[in-house]
Protein backbone atom coordinates (compact mmCIF):
# COMPACT_ATOMS: atom_id res chain seq x y z
CA UNK A 1 0.00 0.00 0.00
CA UNK A 2 1.57 3.60 -1.23
CA UNK A 3 -0.04 5.83 1.69
CA UNK A 4 0.77 9.13 -0.03
CA UNK A 5 -2.09 8.02 -2.85
CA UNK A 6 -4.46 7.19 0.56
CA UNK A 7 -6.02 9.80 3.04
CA UNK A 8 -4.94 11.01 6.09
CA UNK A 9 -7.43 11.21 8.36
CA UNK A 10 -6.47 13.09 11.49
CA UNK A 11 -7.44 10.96 14.93
CA UNK A 12 -6.12 12.76 17.47
CA UNK A 13 -4.31 16.15 17.41
CA UNK A 14 -1.19 17.03 18.31
CA UNK A 15 -2.86 19.53 21.06
CA UNK A 16 -5.36 16.98 22.41
CA UNK A 17 -2.36 14.56 22.53
CA UNK A 18 -0.44 16.77 24.92
CA UNK A 19 -3.06 17.44 26.78
CA UNK A 20 -3.79 14.36 27.82
CA UNK A 21 -0.24 13.26 28.18
CA UNK A 22 0.05 15.96 30.57
CA UNK A 23 -2.82 14.86 32.44
CA UNK A 24 -1.33 11.31 32.49
CA UNK A 25 2.47 12.38 33.85
CA UNK A 26 0.85 14.47 36.60
CA UNK A 27 -1.51 11.75 37.67
CA UNK A 28 1.24 8.87 37.61
CA UNK A 29 3.69 11.55 39.96
CA UNK A 30 0.74 12.09 42.61
CA UNK A 31 0.13 7.70 42.71
CA UNK A 32 4.30 7.01 42.61
CA UNK A 33 5.14 9.60 44.99
CA UNK A 34 7.69 7.71 47.35
CA UNK A 35 7.59 5.18 45.15
CA UNK A 36 11.24 4.13 43.14
CA UNK A 37 9.78 4.07 40.12
CA UNK A 38 11.48 2.58 36.90
CA UNK A 39 9.50 3.55 33.46
CA UNK A 40 10.19 0.68 31.46
CA UNK A 41 9.73 1.87 27.13
CA UNK A 42 8.78 -0.27 24.82
CA UNK A 43 10.85 0.33 21.19
CA UNK A 44 10.47 1.56 18.89
CA UNK A 45 6.88 2.69 19.00
CA UNK A 46 6.73 4.11 21.99
CA UNK A 47 9.64 6.47 22.37
CA UNK A 48 7.83 10.03 21.54
CA UNK A 49 5.21 9.20 23.89
CA UNK A 50 7.53 8.26 26.65
CA UNK A 51 9.34 11.35 26.11
CA UNK A 52 6.93 13.52 26.38
CA UNK A 53 5.44 11.34 29.77
CA UNK A 54 8.12 11.58 31.71
CA UNK A 55 8.81 15.13 31.37
CA UNK A 56 5.31 16.18 32.80
CA UNK A 57 6.14 13.77 35.30
CA UNK A 58 7.59 15.35 38.60
CA UNK A 59 8.74 13.04 40.78
CA UNK A 60 12.49 11.29 40.67
CA UNK A 61 12.04 8.44 37.68
CA UNK A 62 14.69 5.99 36.03
CA UNK A 63 13.69 5.67 32.10
CA UNK A 64 14.96 1.88 30.82
CA UNK A 65 14.16 0.79 27.33
CA UNK A 66 13.34 -2.64 26.07
CA UNK A 67 13.23 -3.90 22.26
CA UNK A 68 9.86 -6.91 21.61
CA UNK A 69 9.30 -8.15 18.01
CA UNK A 70 6.17 -6.22 16.37
CA UNK A 71 4.51 -5.72 13.59
CA UNK A 72 7.30 -4.84 11.44
CA UNK A 73 5.66 -3.96 7.79
CA UNK A 74 2.63 -5.53 7.81
CA UNK A 75 -0.63 -4.55 9.42
CA UNK A 76 -1.70 -8.31 11.76
CA UNK A 77 0.52 -9.09 14.61
CA UNK A 78 2.64 -12.39 14.54
CA UNK A 79 0.74 -13.81 17.13
CA UNK A 80 4.01 -14.65 19.26
CA UNK A 81 5.89 -12.08 21.17
CA UNK A 82 9.98 -12.19 21.35
CA UNK A 83 12.05 -10.10 23.64
CA UNK A 84 14.89 -8.27 21.11
CA UNK A 85 16.66 -6.77 23.75
CA UNK A 86 15.81 -6.95 27.46
CA UNK A 87 16.75 -4.83 30.53
CA UNK A 88 20.29 -5.40 32.33
CA UNK A 89 19.84 -3.20 35.36
CA UNK A 90 18.45 -5.05 38.36
CA UNK A 91 14.84 -4.01 38.99
CA UNK A 92 14.42 -5.49 42.95
CA UNK A 93 12.19 -3.44 44.65
CA UNK A 94 11.43 -1.02 41.88
CA UNK A 95 7.99 0.19 40.62
CA UNK A 96 7.78 -0.57 37.33
CA UNK A 97 5.77 1.25 34.78
CA UNK A 98 5.95 -0.06 31.68
CA UNK A 99 4.68 2.14 28.48
CA UNK A 100 3.55 1.65 25.68
CA UNK A 101 2.31 3.29 22.43
CA UNK A 102 -0.80 0.76 22.15
CA UNK A 103 -2.70 -2.05 23.58
CA UNK A 104 -4.05 -3.94 20.14
CA UNK A 105 -4.11 -7.94 21.01
CA UNK A 106 -2.59 -7.12 24.28
CA UNK A 107 -0.16 -10.01 23.64
CA UNK A 108 3.19 -7.67 23.96
CA UNK A 109 1.71 -5.85 27.30
CA UNK A 110 0.79 -9.11 28.91
CA UNK A 111 3.81 -11.52 28.00
CA UNK A 112 6.38 -8.14 28.73
CA UNK A 113 4.68 -7.64 32.25
CA UNK A 114 4.78 -11.41 32.74
CA UNK A 115 8.49 -11.30 32.19
CA UNK A 116 9.43 -7.97 33.67
CA UNK A 117 7.16 -10.10 37.36
CA UNK A 118 9.96 -12.82 37.23
CA UNK A 119 12.82 -9.76 38.24
CA UNK A 120 11.74 -9.59 41.76
CA UNK A 121 10.25 -5.35 41.64
CA UNK A 122 7.73 -4.19 43.89
CA UNK A 123 4.93 -3.90 41.32
CA UNK A 124 4.68 -4.48 37.67
CA UNK A 125 1.48 -1.65 35.99
CA UNK A 126 1.27 -0.50 32.77
CA UNK A 127 0.39 2.86 30.73
CA UNK A 128 -0.40 2.78 26.95
CA UNK A 129 -1.48 6.10 24.59
CA UNK A 130 -4.08 4.12 22.62
CA UNK A 131 -6.57 1.10 23.44
CA UNK A 132 -8.40 -0.56 20.78
CA UNK A 133 -10.59 -3.08 23.32
CA UNK A 134 -12.16 -4.77 20.10
CA UNK A 135 -9.12 -6.24 18.87
CA UNK A 136 -8.53 -8.14 22.54
CA UNK A 137 -6.77 -11.56 22.54
CA UNK A 138 -5.64 -12.02 26.04
CA UNK A 139 -7.37 -10.23 29.33
CA UNK A 140 -5.58 -7.02 29.95
CA UNK A 141 -6.61 -3.63 30.73
CA UNK A 142 -4.07 -0.86 30.69
CA UNK A 143 -3.38 0.44 34.18
CA UNK A 144 -2.80 4.24 32.94
CA UNK A 145 -4.83 4.94 29.52
CA UNK A 146 -4.21 8.33 26.98
CA UNK A 147 -7.44 7.13 24.73
CA UNK A 148 -9.68 4.48 23.58
CA UNK A 149 -9.90 4.36 19.91
CA UNK A 150 -11.79 2.39 17.02
CA UNK A 151 -10.00 -0.84 15.22
CA UNK A 152 -8.22 0.93 12.72
CA UNK A 153 -4.41 1.09 11.90
CA UNK A 154 -3.19 4.22 13.15
CA UNK A 155 -0.29 5.94 12.28
CA UNK A 156 2.41 8.75 13.74
CA UNK A 157 3.28 10.17 17.30
CA UNK A 158 5.44 7.08 17.13
CA UNK A 159 3.66 4.20 15.55
CA UNK A 160 5.24 3.34 12.33
CA UNK A 161 4.15 2.60 8.69
CA UNK A 162 6.35 0.42 7.22
CA UNK A 163 9.21 2.27 9.66
CA UNK A 164 7.95 5.49 8.57
CA UNK A 165 5.86 8.65 9.81
CA UNK A 166 6.84 8.01 13.78
CA UNK A 167 7.89 11.71 13.63
CA UNK A 168 4.40 12.55 12.32
CA UNK A 169 3.62 14.95 15.50
CA UNK A 170 -0.26 13.86 15.63
CA UNK A 171 -2.26 10.25 14.67
CA UNK A 172 -4.01 9.47 11.67
CA UNK A 173 -5.78 6.60 10.20
CA UNK A 174 -5.01 6.05 6.66
CA UNK A 175 -8.00 5.16 3.94
CA UNK A 176 -8.69 4.56 0.45
CA UNK A 177 -9.44 8.43 -1.51
CA UNK A 178 -12.54 6.73 -3.60
CA UNK A 179 -14.08 5.52 0.08
P1 LIG B 1 -0.37 -6.16 20.52
O1 LIG B 1 0.68 -7.10 21.03
O2 LIG B 1 -1.18 -5.51 21.60
O3 LIG B 1 -1.24 -6.83 19.49
O4 LIG B 1 0.35 -5.05 19.70
C1 LIG B 1 1.28 -4.20 20.23
C2 LIG B 1 2.14 -3.56 19.16
O5 LIG B 1 1.62 -3.71 17.84
C3 LIG B 1 2.21 -2.08 19.39
O6 LIG B 1 3.23 -1.75 20.30
C4 LIG B 1 2.46 -1.54 18.00
O7 LIG B 1 3.84 -1.53 17.72
C5 LIG B 1 1.77 -2.52 17.07
N1 LIG B 1 0.44 -2.02 16.67
C6 LIG B 1 -0.76 -2.43 17.10
N2 LIG B 1 -1.76 -1.73 16.52
C7 LIG B 1 -1.16 -0.85 15.71
C8 LIG B 1 -1.66 0.21 14.85
O8 LIG B 1 -2.85 0.48 14.71
N3 LIG B 1 -0.71 0.94 14.19
C9 LIG B 1 0.63 0.70 14.30
N4 LIG B 1 1.43 1.48 13.60
N5 LIG B 1 1.12 -0.27 15.09
C10 LIG B 1 0.24 -1.02 15.80
Not at 48 to 71: G, K, N, W
Request: aromatic share 10%; charged share 30%; proline share 3%.
Amino acid sequence: MDIEKKVWEVLLSEEEISTRVKELGGQISKEYIGKKLVVVSLLKGSFIFTADLVRHMTIPVRVEFMTTSSYGHGEESSGSVNIVVDIEKDLTGYDVLVVDDITDSGLTMKFVMEHLKQKNPASVKCCVLLDKPDRRKVEIEPDYLGFTIPDKFVVGYGLNFGDYYRNVPYVFVVTDKDR
